[in-house]
Nanobody, 124 residues
Framework: QVQLVESGGGLVQAGGSLRLSCAASGLAFGMYAMGWFRQAPGKEREFVAAISWNGGSTYYADSVKGRFSISRDNAKKTVYLQMDSLKPEDTAIYSC?????????????????WGQGTQVTVSS
């Protein structure tokens, strides 16, 4: 059974930082592209960042470029999202996603497996 479990969310002031983690089990992690999406109340889910199976390629939404950084540790079967210079508009539930067919489908929201998400709240 595949599981993606996010952690690291919480309440932070604007300008602060958080590091999210997504631990995977039940899948050949090193063969999957990984990504992060977020959904704010009343809004559609949106792409945040993605990373190729070996970490060689990364992709970011324009709204987070220069502030967020995605990375992975295949030995630990974990993907990370370092979030700096946080803004109130970054408040959302952040979910990780795994895609067997590469980063393209992940970026498009067509990954194979999704986590339950972790809440990030940025106060002004």
């Amino acid at each position: 059974q595949v599981q993606l479990v996010e952690s690291g969310g919480g309440l932070v002031q604007a300008g602060g930082s958080l590091r999210l983690s997504c631990a995977a089990s039940g899948l050949a992690f090193g063969m999957y592209a990984m990504g992060w999406f977020r959904q704010a109340p009343g809004k559609e889910r949106e792409f945040v960042a993605a990373i190729s199976w070996n970490g060689g390629s990364t992709y970011y939404a324009d709204s987070v470029k220069g502030r967020f950084s995605i990375s992975r540790d295949n030995a630990k079967k974990t993907v990370y999202l370092q979030m700096d210079s946080l803004k109130p508009e970054d408040t959302a539930i952040y979910s990780c996603v795994a895609g067997r067919s590469g980063p393209g489908p992940v970026v498009a929201g067509r990954g194979d497996y999704w986590g339950q998400g972790t809440q990030v709240t940025v106060s002004s």
